[in-house]
């Protein structure tokens, strides 16, 4: 089975503090996926990887950057955190190739921007 | 670009009966699609998928979904719903190699 490990369950940071979430995958998998998850608006996608060191926005990049050192890690960094990133964030992973494939997704982490 | 639409933001459904969450979705050429759950503070578990061949495809968990090019719908079934089965379920649609389109999700409530 795919395992893709987010480092935090729950976060509490403080405005304007640089923050990092961490996520690693298992599967050797190409493609990584950032997503914030809020009531009411589903998931949004923040940014994606296809390889090592490529990068993408997705939907909503405002705010945040990712880094991609290594394949099977792909962080994501809010460079001075605000109380409107106060979110549950996914990360997923899926295997290069057409589109048909799942991706695979972390159990969350839960950030609260006091 | 594609889209999904979940219309049914809540349902419930009395446990032993039959279920339906409808999705429809948006996409010029035949699509990947997805259905997902989520139950409480977890992440998103793959319940089934369609990209080709046969219109109705059977799940973990007992569930099938039925896809129907003339309604752009791809609807997610269970004859028999279990209290467990309470979660949010999300359907997704993805073309290519491209991302995937959630859908904003419908929360099933289990009434006993």
């Known amino acids: 089975d795919v395992k893709v490990t987010q480092s935090s369950r729950y976060l509490v940071k403080r405005t304007g503090e640089k923050v990092f979430l961490e996520c690693v995958q298992d599967?050797?998998?190409?493609?990584m996926f950032w997503y914030r998850q809020d009531p009411g608006l589903g998931l949004r996608l923040i940014y994606f990887s296809y390889d090592v060191k490529m990068k993408e926005k997705g939907d909503i990049p405002e705010g945040y950057s990712v880094s991609r050192e290594k394949k099977e890690r792909f962080s994501l960094i809010l460079e001075s955190a605000s109380t409107n990133q106060t979110s549950m964030y996914l990360c997923?992973?899926?295997?290069?190739?057409?589109?048909?494939?799942?991706?695979?997704f972390g159990d969350g982490t839960r950030l609260s921007i006091l | 670009a594609q889209s999904v639409t979940q219309p049914d933001i809540h349902i419930t459904v009395s446990e032993g009966a039959s279920l339906e969450l409808r999705c429809n979705y948006s996409y010029g050429a035949t699509p990947y699609l997805f259905w997902y759950v989520q139950s409480p503070g977890q992440g998103l578990q793959l319940l089934l998928k369609?990209?080709?061949?046969?219109?109705l495809v059977q799940g973990i968990k007992g569930f099938e979904a039925e896809f129907k090019r003339s309604q752009s719908s791809f609807n997610l079934r269970k004859p028999s719903v279990h209290w467990s089965d309470a979660a949010e379920y999300f359907c997704?649609?993805?073309?290519?190699?491209?991302?995937?389109?959630f859908g904003k999700g419908t929360m099933l409530l289990v009434s006993p």
């Open positions: 369609y990209f080709s061949g046969d219109t």
């Open positions: 599967m050797d998998h190409e493609n």
């Open positions: 997704a649609v993805g073309a290519g190699y491209s991302t995937l389109t």
């Open positions: 997923a992973s899926r295997i290069q190739g057409d589109g048909n494939q799942p991706q695979h």
